[in-house]
Each structure stands twice: as structure tokens, then as C-alpha cells.
């Protein structure tokens, strides 16, 4: 038969194995486009066995891992210190369930995310914005933001007017800190 016949053309589905998909990440060459679709396709076979919900963890914000993976970075409650975990890896809490330790929900965070270290970031008035944290490309260093709200703000207008000056007295003006941290440092 034809494509000419007015015929549905024949689509072969990709394979659900997922020992196939890892040899075919490994040996195909992609362009830059093709590779995130190939990674997400993997991740399809991927499906979590167990799930634990209200888990007990530290006061404070968790924000995002490293792009390696291996560092979680987290704010603490009142958004002056920046905390940095080690991540354990998928199988650190398989000893908890093995044993059948009835307070897992109160152990799984400390299994999974060792303290590294602690530091007072934001300063005198300051607070860490949330939003505002990037890592380097090699997971090395953190770039975090602190602010404070500006005391006397009516002699910041008269000190710095042009085109872009903020006109509504009711926005208040803000100073930002940027601050490196090193990861690598034990703190």
C-alpha cells in the first residue's frame, strides 16, 4: 500500500524499555534542540514506588538544589542565614523503612540532607530575598541577595533625580547587598 492510496501513515510508537532508552541516550548524537526531548522521554520511565507526606523538617525555606545535584540551599525562618545540606542521594532513607523505624516522618529530612554549614548573610536590618539566588555552572559558588528598606528616603530623592526616579512617595526605596558564597569552604 501506497501513501498515495489516502492511506494513515504508519507511526511506530518508542520504546517503553527503559534499558533501551539509557543505551539510546548513550549512543545518539543529538543537536542541542533534540536532547532535552530525548531526556524528558527517559524520565517517562521513571515512576516513584512510595510517597511520605508531612514530613518534619527544619524551620526554614528550602529554595533549590545545585546543578550538580549534591548541595541544597535553604534560608533560614527569619531570612538572615543561608544554610547549605548535603544531599544523601535517593537511597538514604531505605535503612528507616528496612528497620521499621515507626518515627520516619521525623528522621526521613535528617537521613537525606546532612548540614554542611550555616552563615549570617543579611545584616542590620536586612532580609534575604528569596527569589534571588543563582549558583555557578560548576556548583561551586552561590550568588544570594539581601535588602533593607532605606531609613530617610526624602533625602534620597533630592540626591538622586534624573528621567527614572521613582515619583510615588508611597515606593519605597531599597538598598540590595549581593553576597558570593563558596561552597567548598567549611564554615
Known sequence: MSNNDGAIPFKRNPD????????????????????????????????????????????????????????????????????????????????????????????????????????????NGENLNRECNLFTSESRYAIVASSAQVEDANNMYDLFQNNESISNPRSFLRITHFTLLDSCLEW
Open 16 to 123: 517503553q524499555n527503559i534499558m533501551l532508552r539509557l543505551s539510546a541516550r548513550q549512543v545518539h548524537i543529538d543537536t542541542p534542540a533534540q536532547m532535552f526531548h530525548r531526556e524528558r522521554a527517559f524520565y517517562q520511565c521513571l515512576v516513584p514506588n512510595h510517597t511520605e507526606a508531612n514530613v518534619q523538617m527544619p524551620q526554614c525555606y528550602l529554595r533549590k538544589f545545585t546543578p550538580d545535584g549534591k548541595k541544597l540551599l535553604a534560608f533560614s525562618s527569619n531570612q538572615r542565614n543561608v544554610m547549605v545540606y548535603d544531599y544523601a542521594g535517593a537511597c538514604a532513607g531505605q535503612a528507616l523503612y528496612l528497620n521499621g523505624d515507626e518515627n520516619v516522618k521525623a528522621k526521613l529530612f535528617d537521613c537525606f540532607f546532612k548540614p554542611t554549614f550555616s552563615i549570617l548573610v543579611a545584616h
